[in-house]
């Protein structure tokens, strides 16, 4: 046999950029339709009525957007998580009707969020 | 202005590289201490349909047992304990618990009893233990570990009594749990039913799913290049695609898109499918042990990919991760571990967790 690779070990602490949320739209009415680009201006507007035309200021991407069931995967910097999650949790209407923004999950890990066990339903 | 709001928790993610040839890889040990196993996830590039050696070892799992308002100390009774504890690898964990907010139990295979209970019930329970690791200023969570296997715990003697005496008559401690018992030849199907027919007992295979994925872009690997210094994307970032890759997403945007900007790291290359297998439910490290030694079987014949990946993803209510170092929720309580096994029987091991852990082995 040939050499085999030698033995490395490597540990990061807070080496992730980023922190992943995966959230659930929940609107009043169930006719409304909307798609990511919609969704993501909606989270904009909320971040800007929080935190002004500055603080809003960051950028986030939309990973992935489910019109049917209305959830996402959104992708922020470490620094605008608390901000993004502040401005999901008092998101409160969508073209003058009444929404809400569930959080499911948040980790510095994308790989995390495919892996939830608060899911397991085994009834 | 807002700096305060900058800050994050902390998390760790440890990598390792290695050979499975090599005589001290401690690839085994890792994967037989995280001990509650929630989903694997395979991911083999190039693939369409999984091969049948693979899928065999999978419909080869463990079978694992949910039963409902089961008292504490009935897995703790001297008969139980000689029958079932003490002679093979019992793993037991209370479902639907959450460990941020609910007591939480578990039955280790090594004989260890870890009980994250709330103030309340740990004043009221009279047993020795300690404060939780993860609380704030007052501690609000204690954790309680009983060795079974420990002489002075003997069935009969005063502290077992102890033991028994404030599980049932102080607080009966009562939880809806997931239990499984690895045995080698099978001969002791029924055990845990037979042993706990009194409760409802529902029996549960691992649940299985397997999905195709076309014309993708992956990052190209170097087994001998863990770090990625040399080149640009490092282990987060391989992390990060593979998420994107079990999770269907898009990853090939503009870096001037509205709604995403992420973007397969560089070098890369394309894929033209890629299967995704994944097996949920309490799986054992047992289990897991030997579908790695299969996957790595995989390379056996001549095939299109010179790597694959699986991923383990532990349980983020249970009370350890690796070996017996306490786990916390905090904000995702994640605990896993990704293998990326190469052709050469090289391997990376990435192992992940939050806040509120230990840092992996």
Known sequence: MGEHASY??????NASVYHYMKIDLILESEDKRLNAAHFKQLIISALRDLYGEIGAAFPFDVLKFEEDTLTAVLRVYNSGLVKLWSALTLLGSYHSEPCAVRVTQVSPFLLALSGNSRELELD | MFTNLEKCPRNLLVCEKSSFLNEKSRHDIHVAKHFFNYKVSILIPECGIIPSFLSSVVNGFSKYYLVRDLPLHKLLEDEFLEKVVKTGSLYALSYKTRIDQDNTFAILPTGQVILSVDKDTYEELGLEGKASQYNHRQPMRYVVTIDMTDKSLAPGGKRYKRVMWALKEKVQLTSDFLLARYSIGGDEEGLLQSCLSQYSCKELRPSVSTQTLRDLLCPSLDP?????????????????WLGTVTMDMSSNNEAT???STYCCPEPQSSMSQALVYTVTGLLLPEDIHSLLKELRRYFDEPRFTSWLSMTVHGFADSPISWGSTEHG??????NFYTFVIFKNQDYWLHMATGANDGCPP
């Open chain 2, 257 to 259: 898109s509205f709604v």
């Open chain 1, 8 to 13: 490395e070990r490597l540990v990061f602490k």
């Open chain 2, 224 to 240: 001998a290049d863990l770090r990625r210094d040399a080149r640009s994307h490092d282990p987060q970032q391989f992390l990060e």
């Open chain 2, 329 to 334: 929720f905090h904000k995702g309580g994640e």
